[in-house]
Antibody, heavy 119, light 112 residues
Framework: QVTLKESGPGILQPSQTLSLTCTFS??????????VGWIRQPSGKGLEWLAN???????YYNPSLKNRLTISKDTSNNQAFLKITNVDTADTATYYC???????????WGQGVMVTVSS | DVVLTQTPSTLSATIGQSVSISCRSS???????????LYWYLQRPGQSPQLLIY???NLGSGVPNRFSGSGSGTDFTLKISGVEAEDLGVYYC?????????FGAGTKLELK
């Protein structure tokens, strides 16, 4: 059974760094073809892809967030991480992590974690 | 970036009615290896998105066969053959052929 769960700070101030953790089970990020992606959704709005990390540590980022994103993983503890630097109110959203398997992108999603950026 | 245009933005249906959602891409989603990375997701109210269709026409795990996907190149369609109450929510198409991945704006399916 595949499960993913996001965790994060809940609220942070502008200019701080947002650190998110995705803890998963039912698959391994050391398995060929596997990956984890991060997607966010402002309240009442659509979905925005942020970044992916793959079993071989390959990483892809959405260039719209320029150099603010860093994705990483801890294979032995079944976790993936996303950092967003210099946040502002536009980063307020629900953040999801989701599994990528060969041919099937985002086939399992976490429940999401709400993040509010406010002074 | 690839722009995905979904129509309609809102769809009103009765239980048992068959409906279709269109997703048009600003460029072809066929890659050089012959793959088309077009996906459909449903987000029910208050829930995370769930995968319905992958690679244009393949049913996700546990997805009822009243859902079907079709299309090629730049034009894609999701069809629901006989809407059920549990199908209500927002449907998104997404492409993963071209970086960055992009989503359509969504189609809200509601009861008439």
């Amino acid at each position: 059974q595949v499960t993913l769960k996001e965790s994060g700070p809940g609220i942070l101030q502008p200019s701080q760094t947002l650190s998110l953790t995705c803890t998963f089970s039912g698959f391994s990020l050391s398995t060929y073809g596997m990956g984890v992606g991060w997607i966010r959704q402002p309240s009442g709005k659509g979905l925005e892809w942020l970044a992916n990390i793959w079993w071989d540590d390959d990483k892809y980022y959405n260039p719209s967030l320029k150099n603010r994103l860093t994705i990483s993983k801890d294979t032995s503890n079944n976790q993936a991480f996303l950092k967003i630097t210099n946040v502002d109110t536009a980063d307020t959203a629900t953040y999801y992590c989701a599994r990528i398997s060969r041919g099937s992108v985002f086939d399992y999603w976490g429940q999401g974690v709400m993040v509010t950026v406010s002074s | 970036d690839v722009v995905l245009t979904q129509t309609p933005s809102t769809l009103s249906a009765t239980i048992g009615q068959s409906v279709s959602i269109s997703c048009r891409s600003s460029q072809s989603l066929l890659d050089s290896a012959g793959n088309t990375y077009l996906y459909w997701y449903l987000q029910r109210p208050g829930q995370s998105p769930q995968l319905l269709i992958y690679l244009v026409s393949n049913l996700g795990s546990g997805v009822p066969n009243r859902f079907s996907g079709s299309g090629s190149g730049t034009d894609f369609t999701l069809k629901i053959s006989g809407v059920e109450a549990e199908d209500l929510g927002v449907y998104y198409c997404m492409q993963a052929t071209h970086a960055p991945y992009t989503f359509g704006a969504g189609t809200k399916l509601e009861l008439k």
